[in-house]
């Protein structure tokens, strides 16, 4: 897909963050955006700032946890516009650092239910939709380094669902390819540099109903993990978000798999984690990772 100009586009967590430049990029690249959020007031915010432009771009209340929900979404996008040409599935929330035994059931429950399903209900929704459309299409997952690449060991919870994502990712784009459909998949690690966004106060949005069963160190802020990195010798590089997007649809654009800023280090990173698997070793360096 050379060209999103009029393309459809439905982004997940586009209320606010990376998911929030993505639309951004997409709509200064002439495409209709549809943002879905479990954020209504951020998402009407959202809205009512990226129409300025003149952009076709409107929002849906989703939460990506729940099916319905999803092909609710799913549902307004196609009877509005009869397809749906590039799904980004980006909302994500995270949990605070703990060690394993000390994280709360609620923790995974939540985090995976949004990480995880939230990621396989927009492919679930959308994707046989797209197939049936008999467009060419893309579906982009956003995992995360932290996983996907090397996971932090006290972000257990996190770091699991995004290697989740990182497989199932794998396992759509080599189906969406055997059964020759019109469908592309990527894989979207954000990167670059620390990402300043809604991760850090993920919390704001955890339901009465998943809260923590017992109280522990809380998701540190931005300032938290500057003053963490600094006792480790390690000097934070900011990214920009809207050059990330940028980047990202240019990955898009050109089909890459993998889309990721200095690519490079993951494949160093991936490298050191198989020698370690060759000598039977544990992958982490646990030398390397402050505890948070």
Partial sequence: MKNFSD??????????????????????????????????????AAVAELSVGGGEVSGVVTDV???????????????????????????????????????????????HGVNVMGVMHGIQAFVPRMIDSGEEGHVIN??????GISPLPYQSVYASSKAAVSIITECLGAQLVSAETK??????????????TGIWTTDRNRPAELAREKEYDPIPTVADFKKAMAAAGRELQFQDLDELASFLLEGVKEQRFIIMINIEEAE??????????????LPINIQEIPKL
């Fill in 183 to 196: 469908i592309r998949a990527s894989l979207f690690y954000p990167s670059g540099g620390v990402l300043d």
């Fill in 142 to 147: 956003t995992s995360s380094g932290d996983g």
């Fill in 65 to 111: 946890s729940d099916f319905d929900s999803v092909n609710a979404l799913a549902d307004k996008v196609f009877a509005q516009y009869g397809a749906c040409h590039l799904l980004f599935n980006n909302a994500g929330v995270a949990a605070p650092s703990a060690n394993i035994w000390e994280t709360t059931i609620n923790d995974w429950k939540w985090v």
């Fill in 268 to 281: 160093a990173s991936l490298a050191d984690r198989a020698q370690r698997y060759g000598r039977a070793e």
């Fill in 7 to 44: 393309k459809v586009a439905v982004v997940t967590g586009g209320a606010s963050g990376i998911g929030k430049a993505i639309v951004r990029g997409l709509l200064a690249a002439g495409a209709k955006v549809v943002i879905a959020d479990v954020e209504s007031g951020a998402l009407d």
